[in-house]
């Protein structure tokens, strides 16, 4: 059975969240209600060509304190582009649920069962807090035209953060001050999400 994934209606998206080509746009809870409201599920693969419609990708940042969780995506991985780039966020698009109407609280919960496939909490690691920041676009790319992911920030109480599939990526924490010296080999999201939120 295909995939079906979240989307929203691009030119609809657009009447309530100010247009930007690539970067980071500011939200709040009731951008995201409408978007939990009135978005719909469609088969992945004509998704991924259809520009009228953008996925919705939950994309979170791990933090610590003043330090942040950078993944490195090894060959592994499926997805070649990807191959080798680092990462300040885990996420995936969301699949459908059972439940008779979706709320905010679905996009959290997507995002928990996105970074729970990614990594484990041990030795009394807890998430104290998930913080929404806003929109990542980026219409630069053809990946970009038909996604928007939702930024939001992990913060954990201890670094006792580890990968679950070792043979697919890498990961360590990097202070914030320390986090430049990766910029150059980011993946898009992450530049945009460092730009605009970490640095």
């Known amino acids: ?25 500011r939200g ?6 409408k978007i939990v409201q009135n978005g719909l599920f469609l ?6 060509e259809d520009s009228s419609f953008k996925q919705i990708i939950p994309y979170a940042i791990i933090s610590y304190k003043d330090s942040f ?10 997805e070649k582009r990807l191959h080798n780039k680092f990462s300040l966020g885990v996420g995936g698009h969301i699949n459908p649920d059972n439940s008779v ?7 959290t919960d997507e995002l928990k069962r996105e970074l729970y496939e990614e990594v484990k909490l041990l030795n009394d690691c807890l ?36 990968i679950n599939e070792t043979d697919k990526m890498t990961a360590d ?14 993946e898009t999201w992450s530049k945009i999400a460092f730009d605009n939120y970490i640095k």
């Not at 924490?173 to 980011?186: H, P, Q, R, V």
């Open 127 to 162: 998430i104290e807090d998930i913080e929404f920041i806003g929109f990542i676009n980026d219409d630069t790319i053809p990946v970009g035209s038909v996604h928007i992911g939702l930024l939001y920030n992990i913060h954990v109480s201890n670094k006792e953060v580890y």
């Open 69 to 78: 969780y950078l993944f490195r995506r090894t060959s592994g991985q499926t």
């Open 101 to 107: 109407k979706l709320k905010e609280q679905y996009l």
């Open 43 to 48: 088969r992945r693969s004509e998704s991924e």
């Open 28 to 33: 709040n809870s009731e951008v995201l209600k």
């Open 173 to 186: 924490w990097i202070d914030k001050s320390n986090l430049a010296e990766f910029y150059d080999g980011m």
């Open 1 to 25: 059975m295909e995939e079906l994934v979240f989307a929203f209606p691009t030119n609809e998206l657009w009447k309530f969240l100010p247009y930007k080509k690539k970067g980071l746009i």
